[in-house]
Every structure is written in structure tokens, then in C-alpha cells.
Nanobody, 121 residues
Framework: VQLQASGGGLVQAGASLRLSCAASGRTFSSYAMGWFRQAPGKEREFVAA????????YYADFVKGRFAISGDNAKNTVYLQMNSLKPEDTAVYYC???????????????WGQGTQVTVSS
């Protein structure tokens, strides 16, 4: 599976962005999909995940109520809608595909290249 993340950019605090992750290769619906982020000098951290058929969705506590993950099997794409962005959301955002769809980095087998999100105050 190849993953291509896009949609990052430079925005002001309070703005919104929608990240996209296009998948190619094996059938998209065979995988759970997750979004992670990594800020400079910090470890990669879990943001959100959606199960293979979209029945289960998980969020990190710090994004609940602000971010929403969704998938479009017809387009082989998963999205991360990010609202009310804060400067502390600044990071490189990565999408990933795996079989479990939980919050652990180690559970994901395929990773996209990342897209930079910068939120100014």
C-alpha cells in the first residue's frame, strides 16, 4: 500500500484545515487508517484512527471535539478535518495503514510521507 498525504499548510489559530491521505495498491478497505503527528524534538503521537469498515473511530484526548476522521472507500482516501487549530497543533502529520487501527505506532505497517501543518498565534 502506498499512502500520499496532502492538505497541510500555514494557518492562523482558530482556522481549519482538511488533510487527505490517498491510498493505492491493496484494497483500501482492507486496512484500518490512522493519523499521527510529530512536532520537532518530540515523539510521533497518535491523533485519530478509523477501523477498516469505519465502524470504530478513536481520537486522542487533545483533539476530541476539534478533529474528525473519515474515509471514502470509493476514493481510497481518508480525511482529517481539523477545526479550531491551535499553535500546539503544529507538526508534521502522517497517515498510516494497519490491521488493528489503534493508537500504537507499532501497529501500523504503511506510512505516508507526511504533510506539514503550521499554526501561528
Amino acid at each position: 500500500v502506498q499512502l500520499q498525504a496532502s492538505g497541510g499548510g500555514l494557518v492562523q489559530a482558530g482556522a481549519s484545515l482538511r488533510l487527505s491521505c490517498a491510498a493505492s495498491g491493496r484494497t483500501f478497505s482492507s486496512y484500518a487508517m490512522g493519523w499521527f503527528r510529530q512536532a520537532p524534538g518530540k515523539e510521533r503521537e497518535f491523533v485519530a484512527a478509523i477501523s477498516r469498515r469505519g465502524g470504530c473511530i478513536y481520537y486522542a484526548d487533545f483533539v476530541k471535539g476539534r478533529f474528525a476522521i473519515s474515509g471514502d472507500n470509493a476514493k481510497n482516501t481518508v480525511y482529517l478535518q481539523m477545526n479550531s487549530l491551535k499553535p500546539e497543533d503544529t507538526a508534521v502529520y502522517y497517515c498510516a495503514a494497519g490491521t488493528q487501527g489503534d493508537s500504537r505506532v507499532s501497529e501500523y505497517d504503511y506510512w505516508g510521507q507526511g504533510t506539514q501543518v503550521t499554526v501561528s498565534s
